[in-house]
């Protein structure tokens, strides 16, 4: 049973460019979310997906979007890339029922931004 | 003020040690509530969930105090293996949003 993984590990852009990240699920779960986990931090959410649509966002400027496919894998979109964007981008699958959702990690794809 | 707050650390314990670990919440809204642990350069992952009524996993304690807005985690007869950064984890009624804190670094020495 594949647990959830990310594409690429790892990557290096320089400011300005965009940058799309992956996301396949765990088998079985329907819902995706993204979160960024810069140096010496927890984790922060952007943004969350369910059934092709954005369900939840965090506190992310509108360079930050999505996508949900109907296979549930899930891409992030990052444009206009500014240093402060290098962190470890991870993504998080469950299935949605009624209450908390159990959320499953992928390794997470480590972007630096020179 | 962050919404989820915890002493960074590090804590630097020896083999056999108990340590506690202590975190914060301002959201009084907040429904569930966990401890993850990553390990460096690996995705957190799910430690145990955190009840009022206290649970146990092995050496590990969790406890919640809802009237404090405080969460605690207990570990007993600490291992090399221990190390890793432990997040204070939060999430708010009728959302999958996790709330991270900034995590408790552990290094337990032999």
């Known amino acids: 049973d594949a647990g959830v993984t990310q594409s690429p590990t790892h990557l290096i852009k320089t400011r300005g460019q965009q940058v799309t990240l992956r996301c396949s699920p765990k088998s079985g779960h329907d819902t995706v979310s993204w979160y960024q986990q810069a140096l010496g931090q927890g984790p922060q959410f952007i943004f969350q997906?369910?059934?092709?649509?954005?369900?939840q966002r965090g506190n992310f400027p509108d360079r930050f979007s999505g996508h949900q496919f109907p296979n549930y894998s899930s891409e992030l979109n990052v444009n206009a890339l500014l240093l402060g964007d290098s962190a470890l981008y991870l993504c998080?699958?469950?299935?949605?029922?009624?209450?908390?959702?159990?959320?499953?990690f992928g390794p997470g794809t480590r972007l630096t931004v020179l | 003020r962050k919404e989820v707050e915890q002493d960074p650390g590090p804590f630097n314990v020896p083999e056999g040690a108990t340590v506690a670990f202590n975190c914060t919440y301002s959201?009084?809204?907040?429904?569930?509530f966990f401890w993850y642990r990553q390990d460096c350069r690996k995705e957190p992952k799910l430690l145990m969930s955190v009840y009022s009524s206290g649970n146990e996993d092995g050496r590990f304690t969790a406890q919640l105090n809802r009237a404090s807005q405080y969460i605690s985690l207990l570990i007993r007869d600490s291992k090399l293996s221990d190390s890793a950064t432990y997040l204070c984890v939060v999430n708010s009624h009728n959302t999958d949003k996790l709330i991270f804190g900034t995590g408790t670094r552990l290094q337990v020495f032999p």
């Open positions: 959201n009084s809204a907040s429904q569930s």
């Open positions: 998080a699958s469950s299935l949605l029922t009624g209450g908390y959702n159990e959320q499953f």
């Open positions: 997906y369910y059934e092709e649509e954005e369900r």
